[in-house]
């Protein structure tokens, strides 16, 4: 993958690790914090679903998808991940579009949440 200039990528690491040990994840090493049970990311934030961080992905991610041109999501892709179950994981999900519609961000999306 491609790799953030240093300032860059360590404040995205910073913020993503700010996070965790906001909601009790305070190490990864030996006798980390971290258990199965903690989903940092399960819960929908933000107002706006347009918007990627609405869906709960590291900032990092955001940054990531940013620095390629994507800001906002379509509403067909809107639409799919507010489907009852979708997002949570308990339902999967078809969807079709044409080339370059969107189709790998809803599908990594979902993937993130995992």
């Excluded at 090493?29 to 049970?37: D, F, K």
């Excluded at 940013?66 to 067909?76: A, H, L, T």
């Excluded at 999900?93 to 969107?102: E, K, M, R």
């Amino acid at each position: 993958g491609d790799v953030y200039p240093q300032k860059r990528g360590a404040f995205a690491f910073g913020a993503d690790k700010d996070y965790l040990r906001e909601i009790g994840v305070t190490d990864t090493g030996p006798g980390s914090s971290l258990s199965t049970t903690v989903e940092p990311y399960a819960t929908l934030m933000g107002e706006d679903p347009t918007q990627l961080g609405y869906w709960s992905v590291p900032q990092s991610v955001v940054w990531a998808y940013s620095d390629r041109g994507v800001e906002k999501m379509y509403p067909w892709q809107i639409e799919c991940l507010q489907l009852p179950g979708v997002a949570s994981g308990e339902r999967s999900l078809v969807y079709c579009a044409p080339t370059s519609g969107g189709k790998s961000l809803v599908a990594e999306l979902l993937m993130l949440r995992a």
